[in-house]
């Protein structure tokens, strides 16, 4: 099988797909054509999965016809955002070669920019009407989300909800023991973005109400970002530490009592309704129960597995977490971690792509 990633430029998800699926199928043929200035490099060592990179460039459909040419792939798979690279793909190649929709986000639940490292494109409804209703199969993060867009659309292909989950590969093999105590206080961690735009990812006043209640709080982010330093110097329970490589992140990470996945509501909650963040499956993988704060597919997935706590209020939240039997989440989510991973869910894909190529 040969398959065509497309995407504005490259992501984790598409990363993590392309590992497992290398794992599961040994003649695989991967290539990645993608818009924006980031270099191939981005994966520095996942370099080697993919055979060819394509920069679009100023004319990406010019380019990706020829990337197509060469390649001769079976299938393409198209993750959004921004949604015009579908519509480019099935505008040159509906009929011929089959393209995969993959949402990462659905830009019509959102009231802020994707804030990805890079501008934001203009995009509009109808892209999104197209790329979802003429697909060749649709993917989404979560049930929640392919919910939301049959909500508003009329998707007619094979859909899949694959969720964000971990990489086996860059878990530690290893969990402390279930019963650990870390002292008086449970020690919490965030680890991923943080932003002060008013958007999902500004958690000031959360990080405030944590430390608030008297409970420590440890910040790994993905980007430094100076307001958070200032408040960090503000806040004696609140610690930030340096940007981490992965697997050196994912060793820390297995040292906390719970792992935070918890998101400032205010401007996109119905964004957050359908997320399952990569956090959460990383949390989950060290070992870690999880707190959120009601948003509905995070709080199906803390819930209906036991995996920790989804929080109406944080007041009184040391008595909240006091509550939990700690060590019996924590024996669950050791014996659940490696089924909530990309290798063991990758032949949900492979059937998808087996279906529409």
């Not at 380019?63 to 579908?86: C, G, K, W, Y």
């Not at 508003?152 to 086996?168: D, I, K, V």
């Not at 998101?263 to 999880?290: I, M, Q, R, S, W």
């Amino acid at each position: 099988m040969r398959v065509l990633f497309l995407q504005q430029q490259p992501c984790v998800r598409a990363l993590k797909y392309s590992v497992a699926l290398r794992g599961a199928l040994p003649g695989l043929a991967l290539g990645f054509a993608y818009q924006g200035k980031t270099l191939s490099g981005w994966y520095g060592s996942g370099d080697e999965l993919f055979e060819r990179w394509w920069n679009l460039g100023e004319d990406p459909a010019k380019t990706l016809q020829a990337a197509v040419d060469e390649f001769r792939p079976d299938l393409i798979h198209s993750h959004n955002l921004p949604d015009s690279l579908t519509a480019i793909a099935l505008e040159l190649f509906d009929g011929r070669v089959p393209v995969v929709h993959d949402v990462h986000d659905l830009q019509s639940l959102r009231r802020t920019p994707y804030e990805n490292g890079f501008p934001e494109p203009q995009e509009t409804l109808a892209l999104e009407r197209l790329a979802i209703e003429h697909c060749s199969a649709l993917i989404a993060v979560s049930e929640e989300l392919l919910d939301e867009i049959r909500g508003r659309y009329r998707p007619t292909a094979p859909t899949l909800a694959f969720s964000n989950y971990a990489l086996r590969r860059d878990l530690p093999p290893v969990l402390l023991p279930a019963g650990r105590r870390n002292g008086h206080r449970p020690r919490i961690v965030y680890q991923g973005t943080l932003s002060t735009n008013g958007g999902h990812y500004d958690l000031r006043e959360i990080f405030r109400s944590i430390v608030r209640e008297g409970l420590s709080l440890d910040v790994y982010p993905s980007r430094p970002v100076p307001a958070y330093a200032e408040l960090a110097s503000e806040l004696a329970g609140l610690r930030l530490h340096a940007t981490l490589p992965l697997r050196q992140l994912l060793a820390e990470l297995t040292e906390y009592d719970f792992g935070w996945a918890g998101f400032n509501a205010a401007l996109n909650g119905a964004h957050l309704d359908t997320c399952l963040p990569n956090k959460a499956y990383e949390y989950l993988g060290c070992g870690l129960p999880v707190l959120t704060l009601r948003h509905r597919a995070l709080s199906r997935l803390v819930d209906e597995g036991s995996f920790g706590l989804s929080l109406t209020t944080l007041d009184d939240l040391g008595g909240q977490l006091a509550a939990i039997d700690v060590a019996e989440v924590r024996r669950r989510i050791a014996s659940a971690r490696f089924e909530l991973t990309v290798e063991a869910n990758i032949h949900r894909l492979i059937e998808l792509y087996e279906s529409v190529s």
